[in-house]
């Protein structure tokens, strides 16, 4: 469905130097690779987070295959088309959510906005209403759509935006960071909503996210860029296996640590009581339990991976 | 063609809804235009009425170029005004929305807010452009009709200009400055274009066609242009609009979507 190989993305930034005049009439250039000769195909029916930290590429990349941006060089086919080339048929079937971008008219209800669109996707009146409640639904926006989109929280203008984008129910969904500045509970709904949306239309979505739990949440398969390469292509469950050493065992003790309480050295320990936070290699967690029995007396042990997040950050300080 | 019509519609009724919504700046905008427009319209009737002549052109002649300009300017105005509000969407990246909707990006960032408040004041600018028009002594219906065929000329050339700031908008996100530019250059015209000395006359007429946009029309009325002018006038309109379609084409290459 998407298929991108050796793809490049060149900017030109002006160099600044101490010397103002020369920066006005002989401004100089400097070439900067925002992407480098990345590769990669995505499936139909794939849902892929694509991750990396701030300026490393991912929405450059989102941008040039949904055809905003023009590569440097390199292939780019989205369904069979060359996205720059902004085909109507192609543009028809793609939809980009961008999380701190307002796509809906400002000052007016949202459902304005939702009948431009039924105009420009040429989405006819029965699908129209019958996609509209079914979103609404989901999303639990009846009673937003009446509202101006200026007086609406972020969260509640994130489920409106959502809704205008996927009317014309897209094949390919590009989402940049649509959790982005919502609490809690705005950024549950959205990610259930994104899995349930995936799961009823088979569409193919491309997400990207600095909050780990979302992706952790929705995407089987990772691409993980930095500096405008690739670092990692492959299952979420793959990366844990090969990057993820350790474990967490949490304990909550009965009793505090007794002043003679001297753990070894591999054990890396949090410790305020009732709460003792062990950080183990895999293979030493059953030396850890034994000693633990032997040393403390406890409620309750828990053993949890250790967090995405903190897999992602070793891997990006690798690279 | 009619899905863009369509479009066209919902869009310019969307943006009178938007300027609705502000009825008090809407009643100082249409006062004020209204205002001015009859303050230079009774400063070019005393002066000329005063000297009889302006460059040889008559009263009624210097009053029909005075009007003929308001009503291009108030229609490309009314065509145009998102060109106005083109800028905020290149800074905050909102642009990227518009060239992800499966239409021609013009339909939405060119013509895509038809200005009600222009639509209000136009109407009393045909009135008194038509009242005038019929003033002329011999009118003759062959220049009639050409008059109407230069003022669509004139259109096309407003879009080619149009089109040239949203280019360079894209390029280097300066809007403001060429849109003052354009047009306190076309202000220059609201007078007929003789009396201004060469090489400034011809620079007005080829170089940046707006004389062709603004005085070629009137002079066509009054029987003036020669069948070289004529020819000339069409070949430029031609080339100006492939150049503001070319620059158009090279700036979506070079766009940076900035604001993320």
Redesign the interface.
Do not use: R
């Given at each position: 469905m998407i298929t991108v190989k050796d793809l490049t993305k060149m900017?030109r930034v002006p160099l600044k130097t101490k010397n103002l005049l020369k920066d006005i009439f002989f401004r100089t250039y400097k070439e900067k690779k925002a992407l480098n000769k990345i590769s990669f195909q995505i499936g139909s029916n794939e849902l892929v987070g694509f991750i990396g930290p701030n300026g490393a590429g991912k929405?450059t990349t989102l941008?040039i295959l949904?055809?905003?941006?023009?590569p440097s060089s390199g292939i780019v086919e989205v369904m069979k088309f060359t996205p720059f080339d902004?085909k109507?048929?192609f543009?028809?079937q793609?939809?980009?959510v961008?999380g701190?971008?307002?796509?809906l008219?400002w000052?007016?209800p949202a459902i304005?906005s939702f009948?431009?669109n039924k105009?420009?996707?040429?989405i006819n009146d029965e699908d129209f209403r019958n996609t509209l409640n079914e979103l609404v639904e989901l999303l639990d926006a009846r009673n937003l759509v009446d509202q101006p989109v200026k007086t609406l929280s972020l969260g509640q203008r994130m489920r409106v935006e959502l809704i205008a984008a996927l009317l014309h129910r897209p094949k390919i969904l590009f989402l940049?960071e649509p959790t982005i500045g919502l609490d809690l509970f705005a950024q549950a709904a959205i990610i259930r909503f994104i899995k349930e949306y995936q799961e009823r239309y088979e569409s193919t979505i491309i997400l990207t996210s600095h909050y780990m739990q979302d992706v952790e949440r929705l995407a089987k398969r990772l691409i993980m860029i930095n500096h405008g390469t690739i670092i990692y292509d492959g299952l979420l469950k793959d990366l844990l296996e090969t990057y993820s050493q350790q474990k967490l065992i949490n304990i909550t003790l009965l009793k505090p640590l007794s002043k003679d309480f001297a753990p070894p050295e591999k054990m890396q320990i949090s410790y305020r009581f009732p709460q003792l936070q062990i950080t183990s290699r895999k293979e030493d967690i059953a030396g850890v339990l034994s000693y633990m029995l032997k040393k403390v007396e406890f409620i309750d042990v828990t053993i949890e991976d250790e967090p995405l997040e903190e897999v992602i950050k070793k891997i990006f300080s690798r690279h | 063609m009619i899905r863009n019509l369509k479009i066209f519609w919902l869009l310019s009724t969307l943006s009178a809804k938007t300027a609705f919504q502000h009825r008090v700046g809407m009643i100082s905008f249409i006062s004020g235009k209204i205002v001015r427009f009859a303050f230079y319209f009774f400063f070019i009737y005393f002066l000329v009425s005063k000297t009889r002549f302006l460059a040889g052109y008559s009263l009624l002649q210097t009053l029909i170029f005075f009007l003929s300009f308001n009503f291009i300017d108030a229609l490309t105005q009314l065509l145009f005004r998102e060109v106005y509000r083109f800028r905020p969407l290149i800074i905050s990246g909102e642009f990227d929305g518009v060239l992800l909707k499966p239409y021609h990006p013009f339909i939405r960032i060119l013509i895509g807010g038809i200005d009600i408040m222009d639509t209000i004041t136009i109407i009393p600018y045909i009135f008194v452009l038509v009242y005038y028009i019929f003033q002329i002594p011999h009118l003759n219906s062959a220049n009639l009709l050409l008059y109407g065929g230069f003022l669509l000329n004139g259109l096309v050339i407003a879009t080619g200009f149009h089109i040239i700031i949203l280019a360079v908008g894209i390029l280097t996100t300066e809007i403001d400055n060429i849109i003052m530019i354009y047009r306190d250059f076309t202000k220059m015209l609201s007078l007929p274009v003789d009396i201004y000395k060469e090489p400034l006359r011809s620079f007005l007429l080829f170089v940046i066609p707006i004389g062709i946009m603004m005085a070629v029309p009137v002079k066509v009325l009054f029987g003036l242009l020669t069948f070289n002018m004529f020819i000339i006038s069409v070949i430029v309109t031609f080339l100006f609009m492939f150049f503001s379609l070319f620059l158009w084409n090279k700036a979506l290459k070079k766009y940076q979507s900035w604001g993320s």
């Open positions: 900017y929405t941008k949904s055809g905003i941006l023009y902004k109507q048929e543009l028809k793609i939809a980009f961008m701190h971008k307002n796509q008219f000052e007016l304005d009948k431009l105009e420009i996707y040429e940049d | -």
